[in-house]
């Protein structure tokens, strides 16, 4: 499946929350009605997040009732099973596209 033009927007906002930040990860998703949610990991000493569950803890905590898509921005070779579980719960059908910090689109995650 190739990213539509909404696709390739939400994976410009997670490289844009990635790189602002320095992260070693960026993600957004879009839910339901369009909107769009960006966010960058967290590594506090008191708290971890990865940026693809904020994006999702952002969206719902907006009133998203469902998600149409997520992306995720990092060099990791793939995305973490529990990220993508929390994406599952929040969006059974969404699609998860993974691209590197250059934006190529490494794979596409089909529910």
């Known amino acids: 499946m190739e990213p539509g033009p909404e696709d390739l927007k939400i994976i410009t906002l997670a490289r844009s929350a990635r790189a602002r930040v320095a992260s070693a990860e960026g993600a ?5 009605t ?14 971890k997040l990865s940026a ?5 803890a952002m969206a719902v905590s907006s009133g ?7 992306a995720l921005v990092s060099d990791a070779d793939a995305a973490d099973p529990a990220d993508l579980a929390v ?6 059908s969404a699609v998860v596209f993974h691209a590197g910090a250059n934006g190529v689109l490494r794979e596409t995650l089909l529910p």
Do not use: H, I, K, Q
């Open 28 to 32: 957004a998703v879009r839910d339901e």
């Open 52 to 56: 693809l569950r904020l994006a999702v």
């Open 34 to 47: 369009g909107r769009t949610y960006a966010a960058a990991a967290v590594a506090l000493p008191s708290l």
């Open 64 to 70: 998203a009732s469902s998600l149409e898509a997520a």
């Open 87 to 92: 994406v599952r719960e929040a969006g059974p």
